[in-house]
């Protein structure tokens, strides 16, 4: 199997996510925690977006697992309740519906999870965690992979946050 990282994923994801924001008429304010190839500690994403006093976090990743046929996408949001719960449950039941309707995705549900992004945004405003598919799994590897699924992939996600 080709060697695309997750990195490069995301970071196609979220440009594209950037590129299509940019011709809306009414544009979002969106801050990347990258904008290339570099890496920024976790600790580090969480403190941007405390520092831009965000109304909303939404983290990128894909999955992998030993099992070759394990597919879906996963939202999690924190298991420790906040005054921003109620909000971030409702973004990951929302983008987990998108991608399934839109994009034919299988869901793998919207969990709660004690992911350190999570934890340290919690408290500040809505934050979700998004699992886009299973780089392990043939079928999602092809399709993330591929430049045009960067492309709907932010679509989705860009037209779900702008419904919050």
Not at 139 to 160: F, G, P, Q
Request: glycine letters at 4%; charged letters at 25%; proline letters at 2%.
């Amino acid at each position: 199997m080709n060697e695309v990282k997750e990195k490069d994923v995301v970071l196609s994801i979220a440009l594209e996510m950037l590129r299509l924001n940019d011709h809306l008429e009414q544009p979002l304010e969106i801050y990347l925690t990258r904008y290339s190839d570099t890496f920024i500690s976790l600790s580090d994403r969480t403190k941007l977006a405390k520092a831009l006093k965000a109304d909303l976090f939404v983290s990128l990743h894909c999955n992998h697992a030993k099992a070759p046929d394990a597919k879906g996408i996963e939202v999690y949001v924190s298991k420790v309740t906040s005054q921003f719960a109620r909000d971030a449950i409702w973004m990951a039941f929302e983008l987990q519906a998108a991608f399934k309707e839109r994009l034919g995705f299988e869901s793998r549900g919207v969990k709660f999870g004690d992911f350190q992004v999570l934890r340290e945004t919690n408290g500040q405003h809505p934050s979700v965690l998004l699992e886009l598919g299973f780089l392990s799994n043939l079928d999602e590897h092809a399709y993330l992979s591929n430049n045009r699924s960067s492309i709907a992939i932010a679509r989705v996600i860009l037209m779900t946050i702008m419904k919050y």
